[in-house]
T-cell receptor, first 110, second 112 residues
Framework: QQKVQQSPESLTVSEGAMASLNCTFS??????FRWYRQHSAKGLEVLVS????GEKEEGRFTAHLNRANLHVSLHIREPQPSDSAVYLC??????????FGQGTKLSIKP | AQTIHQWPVAEIKAVGSPLSLGCTIK??????LYWYWQATGGTLQQLFY??????VESVVQLNLSASRPKDDQFILSTEKLLLSHSGFYLC???????????FGSGTRLLVI
């Protein structure tokens, strides 16, 4: 069964410092990977989609993918208090199957 | 641009009562449609997906059912709600390839 595991469960970072979130997946047949943000159980905001090994940057958000290590990470540059939210890693498999991690709750201290 | 409208925004329902949640998609023809559910503090789980009108596949069994009566409409329902049905329900549309998913803003359900 495909599984997605995120770490840490929660993270507090000072405003302006780099925030780093991790995600491991169990199945190397995945098509692509996405990072989403969710504010207080509202809809999901897509941050970065990455398909190939390496790095993908979208504004202050950078994803790193290493399929051999079954690992994808998200780095947030110069985080602000408004970036406080739950961050979700999602792995896309065939037939539109999207498996989510349990989320990392990120808090940014002013 | 694709838009997804979900209704209602929030519901408080009694155990044993029926439920119907709706989702309509604009701006894309023949979309792949999905229902997701998130228990409070839990992980988002895919419940159903539909590739075409009249066809729905179940992914997780939660004593819920889904139907796709029109190309742009996806309905989630049950005749008898359980306490365990409480949570946050999201409708999404996407392709089986590498295209981005679009999510609705969700329905918050509390069963009492």
């Amino acid at each position: 069964q495909q599984k997605v595991q995120q770490s840490p469960e929660s993270l507090t970072v000072s405003e302006g410092a780099m925030a780093s979130l991790n995600c491991t997946f169990s199945d190397g047949t995945s098509n692509n990977f996405r990072w989403y943000r969710q504010h207080s159980a509202k809809g999901l905001e897509v941050l970065v989609s990455i398909f190939s090994d390496g790095e993908k940057e979208e504004g202050r958000f950078t994803a790193h993918l290493n399929r051999a290590n079954l690992h994808v990470s998200l780095h947030i540059r110069e985080p602000q208090p408004s970036d406080s939210a739950v961050y979700l890693c999602a792995v896309n498999y065939n037939q539109g199957k999207l498996i989510f991690g349990q989320g990392t709750k990120l808090s940014i201290k002013p | 641009a694709q838009t997804i409208h979900q209704w209602p925004v929030a519901e408080i329902k009694a155990v044993g009562s029926p439920l119907s949640l709706g989702c309509t998609i604009k701006g894309k023809s023949s979309p792949n449609l999905y229902w997701y559910w998130q228990a409070t503090g839990g992980t988002l789980q895919q419940l159903f997906y539909s590739i075409t009108v009249g066809q729905v596949e179940s992914v997780v069994q939660l004593n819920l059912s889904a139907s796709r009566p029109k190309d742009d409409q996806f309905i989630l329902s049950t005749e008898k709600l359980l306490l365990s049905h409480s949570g946050f329900y999201l409708c999404a549309q996407g392709d089986s390839g590498n295209s981005d998913y679009t999510f609705g803003s969700g329905t918050r359900l509390l069963v009492i």
